[in-house]
């Protein structure tokens, strides 16, 4: 069966340090990828999808950036946190079909 | 452009009673809708999921939801809750046959706390 790691769970950063969250997926080849941002209040927030080694599409211009290296694994990175950086980040998978599979997410706190 | 409306942000019940959240959606071609749970600090669980067919759909935990393409909505119902149904409900839609990447569009969230 198929299973989607994240890691790290929990983060505490200070303003202006980078920032680097790791997506793995088991079980499945060349997966649809996603990062998904939770802030309160705000609902989920599409950040990135990856439909290839390589190939990134950006929803929301922002310090963040997302690379696909390997066919099953998915970054999300930033070279300088801001406050606003603060939430829950998701990443998220899809076989091709209209169902979307999440990950356990990564609780980001910026200080 | 797709988007979806939940209507209650927080939606307190006590234990046993029947519950419904709310979910409206705009969209001038067909869509899939969703329902998915999150439970505290973990990611979202698929509920149910309307693609075609019936229009009353049945989902894990005893859920169900009933799409009404009129009204555009598709409302989230349990007869009888339980406190450990306490979570935060996504209401999301996508676009029929469009392909996937990223398709899927969420509405704010409605936190449910069951009493006892």
């Known amino acids: 069966s198929q299973t989607i790691h994240q890691w790290p769970a929990t983060l505490v950063q200070p303003v202006g340090s980078p920032l680097s969250l790791e997506c793995t997926v088991e079980g499945t080849s060349n997966p649809n990828l996603y990062w998904y941002r939770q802030a309160a209040g705000r609902g989920l927030q599409l950040l990135f999808y990856?439909?290839?080694?390589?190939?990134i599409s950006s929803e929301v211009p922002q310090n963040l950036s997302a690379s696909r290296p390997q066919d099953r694994q998915f970054i999300l990175s930033s070279k300088k946190l801001l406050l606003s950086d603060s939430g829950f980040y998701l990443c998220a998978w899809d076989p091709g079909s209209p169902e979307w599979y999440f990950g356990p997410g990564t609780r980001l706190t910026v200080l | 452009a797709q988007s979806v409306t939940q209507l209650d942000s927080q939606v307190p019940v006590f234990e046993e009673a029947p519950v419904e959240l709310r979910c409206n959606y705009s969209?001038?071609?067909?869509?899939?809708l969703f329902w998915y749970v999150q439970y505290p600090n973990q990611g979202l669980q698929l509920l149910l999921k309307?693609?075609?067919?019936?229009?009353l759909v049945k989902g894990i935990n005893g859920f169900e939801a009933e799409f009404n393409k009129s009204q555009t909505s598709f409302h989230l119902r349990k007869p009888s809750v339980h406190i450990s149904d306490t979570a935060e409900y996504f209401c999301a839609v996508s676009v029929a046959g469009r392909g996937s990447q990223g398709n899927l569009i969420f509405g704010k969230g409605t936190k449910l706390s069951v009493k006892p």
């Open positions: 969209s001038s071609v067909s869509v899939y």
């Open positions: 990856s439909v290839g080694i390589g190939q």
């Open positions: 309307y693609l075609s067919g019936s229009t």
